[in-house]
């Protein structure tokens, strides 16, 4: 049986509406219909299945063991404490017991059944918050950096994120009558979205603002990266604009590759939303709408050239782009403990592992922060790398949170972690994605620990090294700028990519393929004992691998060039 596009399936959505409220009535099965599968993302939500026991259903003549994954939209990654007991609540009650920090700054609950899919929806909403946009082929949720040492800049960078979001919303009501039982409109489904028209966008489209030195948001990962930039009194003069970021690719597709964004220019404040509104229309006009592996607007870049999808945004946008002004990264990590503000206040950031949030023996982690949410006055930060900053604490207040943390073992990878565990990042994969072809959040504990006694051998316990694991090429952990990272082939069996920077600012590049842990160790180690007895002082082992001759870039945009000179003059000459 052949299923229609996702193409058609939009146009013929109604604004998005399908036939939701019909399947979610359906209660003889716990799936939704093909096409509704499609649309209930732009509502914030994946339909998933238990693939642990998909088999034993099967023999058993039972249709798959059905649930959603529903993700929030945050931009910036801002919570109270009274939205996080909400959230808290909505993981115990109609969850699987857990919260799971994002990649994207934001929560996602797991196990939600379809009868209970509506409940789940109006108390998030009861939370103020909503999960608009959180997936489809829309802008998704926009990043901002969580770094609170520079709180002023933090903050204008997080009102950006913000603004950002509520610009790319879009404007159909099919959300708040589905899940909220508002009112339907007269003429439902036949809202003008002046961005997005009747089809939205090919495919996904992501967007970050990062405050440099630090790159917590690997902003050249996005399809449209803002890079602040700070004026001669501390304050945003403006952005340097990115574009082209995206991970996914997909195994043996050669048209398919991760891309790092393209710097193009900068931006001053009051041009960023017309700038972000012209790559936006650019790729909804110009992306591949036939086939959807090769449909994101890198893509759109790529086929057309640069220069070209360059002039048109600034045709659209109405102004020149200025020539990128200077700016640096120093890393694209989380700072973990705690540091203070401008305002006196202090902020403690913890590490979780792969963000996910419960309670397991010895590690009461969910209830630990539900604890401190309710002595908690400040607020709840989220970092694109799956941490948590428990922000705004006073100076008389630490003790009271340094107990609970303790108390409830949230110190744990902190307190006597290895640094690679701290700073390694994996997907959900197995057993919810119906993508994953291998393991990855529940590998990575086992693999961190045979990779630490390599280490450990040759005097590189404590050597910053970044790894990321996904269980399937389509980069959800942003693997292809780890330093080291295991992306899914099979069951057990990965590709080994090694070579990215500390920065954000070069991908890795194809090592070995489709091989098991045993053969993975067996390669690391050598290159372990020549980083160590080889390496500069600060080197970073990816910097290493590239200045050694280990690895060599891949045939595509790889790295982050401030401007090539040709362009910068052409656009000093076009302002």
């Not at 090429?473 to 069951?491: D, Q």
Request: charged content about 25%; overall charge neutral.
């Amino acid at each position: 049986m052949s299923h229609p596009s996702v193409e058609d399936i939009k146009i013929k959505s109604r604004g998005l509406r399908g036939t939701l409220l019909e399947g979610l009535a359906d209660e003889v099965t716990g799936s939704l219909s093909f096409e509704d599968q499609r649309l209930v993302k732009f509502h914030g939500s994946y339909q998933q299945d238990d693939r642990d026991i998909r088999d034993e259903r099967r023999r058993q003549k039972l249709e798959p063991a059905h649930q959603f994954m529903i993700r929030i939209r945050a931009p910036g990654g801002v919570f109270t404490p009274e939205q996080w007991l909400k959230l808290d609540a909505v993981a115990t009650t109609w969850a699987n017991h857990s919260l799971r920090v994002t990649t994207r700054q934001t929560f996602q609950f797991h196990g939600v059944i379809k009868r209970e899919l509506k409940a789940t929806m109006q108390a998030i909403n009861a939370a103020a918050l909503d999960t608009v946009s959180a997936c489809g082929d829309v802008n998704r949720n926009v990043l901002g950096t969580s770094n609170p040492l520079q709180s002023r800049l933090h903050a204008q960078v997080h009102d950006w994120a913000q603004r950002l979001s509520e610009r790319f919303l879009p404007t159909t009501r099919a959300y708040y009558e589905i899940w909220l039982d508002e009112e339907k409109l007269a003429d439902s489904g036949a809202e003008e979205d002046p961005v997005y028209g009747q089809v939205y966008l090919p495919r996904k489209f992501k967007m970050a603002v990062a405050v440099p030195p630090t790159n917590d948001v690997d902003v050249f990962a996005n399809d449209l990266g803002l890079v602040a930039i700070v004026d001669a009194d501390g304050g945003l003069a403006g952005f340097n604009v990115a574009i082209g970021g995206g991970m996914g690719a997909s195994h043996g597709d050669a048209k398919t590759y991760p891309r790092l964004g393209s710097v193009i220019g900068f931006v001053t404040p009051d041009q960023v939303l017309a700038i972000a509104e012209a790559a936006v229309t650019v790729q909804r006009d110009h992306g591949d709408r036939v086939e959807r592996k090769h449909a994101r607007f890198k893509y759109t870049i790529d086929d057309l050239g640069l220069d070209v999808v360059v002039a048109k945004m600034q045709e659209r946008a109405g102004f020149a782009l200025q020539p990128a002004r200077p700016f640096a990264f120093d890393h694209n990590g989380d700072r973990f403990g705690w540091v203070e503000g401008e305002d006196g206040r202090w902020h403690l950031t913890l590490s979780l592992p792969s963000g996910r949030i419960a309670d397991r023996p010895g590690r009461p982690h969910l209830t630990g922060l539900r604890e401190i949410a309710n002595v908690h006055r400040g607020q709840f930060r989220l970092t694109a790398n799956q941490n948590l900053v428990i922000a705004g604490v006073p100076a008389g207040e630490r003790k009271r949170i340094d107990a609970l943390v303790q108390a409830h073992a949230l110190d744990g990878e902190n307190r006597a972690p290895t640094a690679l565990a701290r700073t390694a990042m994996a997907c959900v994969a197995l057993p919810p994605c119906a993508l994953a072809m291998a393991e990855a959040e529940r590998y990575l504990p086992d693999f961190t620990a045979r990779l630490q006694p390599l280490l450990e051998r040759h005097g590189l316990a404590d050597a910053p090294i970044l790894l990321r694991i996904s269980g399937c090429p389509n980069g959800c952990s942003r693997p292809y700028l780890g330093e080291i990272a295991l992306v899914g082939k099979a069951p057990g069996r990965y590709n080994l990519m090694l070579g990215a920077d500390h920065r954000g600012q070069r991908l890795n590049t194809l090592y070995r393929e489709n091989i098991t842990e045993a053969e993975i160790l067996a390669e690391l180690e050598p290159l372990f004992a020549r980083y160590a007895a080889e390496r500069g002082a600060g080197e970073g082992f990816g910097d290493f691998l590239h200045r050694a001759g280990v690895v060599a870039l891949p045939p595509y945009p790889t790295q982050v060039l401030v401007e090539p000179a040709s362009r910068k003059a052409a656009l000093g000459a076009a302002a």
